[in-house]
């Protein structure tokens, strides 16, 4: 088993920058694939990225490609989330997930999760 536990987020002017932390206990970091989601209230849950453990190569939803980064750093295990440019409609809460297996958008095939963050982002 692996324990996910995000730091980061908060309440932040459109147009600026927030880095989302997701550090990992339990086991090893680096044999996991890592995920991000975002939930906004009323809508369903969202894939925003994912970097798989092999080499961590990278995969972005369309809204948010260009403007975050995600990114691992397997020597610390934490997994990071980097949001620039952000705006009203990534105003949300933000969930890490990670699994051995798994490589993807489907958080349905996701086995571990963080605890969430809410992320605020004002017009």
């Known amino acids: 088993q692996v324990q996910l536990v995000q730091s980061g987020g908060g309440l932040v002017q459109a147009g600026g920058s927030l880095r989302l932390s997701c550090a990992a206990a339990?086991?090893?970091?680096?044999?996991?694939?890592m995920g991000w989601f975002r939930q906004a209230p009323g809508k369903e849950r969202e894939f925003v990225a994912a970097?798989?453990?092999?080499?961590?190569?990278?995969y972005y939803a369309d809204s948010v490609k260009g403007r975050f980064t995600i990114s691992r750093d397997n020597a610390k295990n934490t997994g990071y989330l980097q949001m620039n440019s952000l705006q009203p409609e990534d105003t949300a809460v933000y969930y890490c997930?990670?699994?051995?297996?798994?490589?993807?958008?489907?958080?349905?095939?996701?086995?571990?999760w963080g605890q969430g963050t809410h992320v605020t982002v004002s017009s």
């Open positions: 997930a990670a699994d051995r297996r798994y490589y993807g958008s489907r958080w349905y095939e996701y086995g571990y």
């Open positions: 339990g086991r090893t970091f680096s044999s996991y694939n």
């Open positions: 970097i798989s453990r092999s080499d961590a190569s990278t």
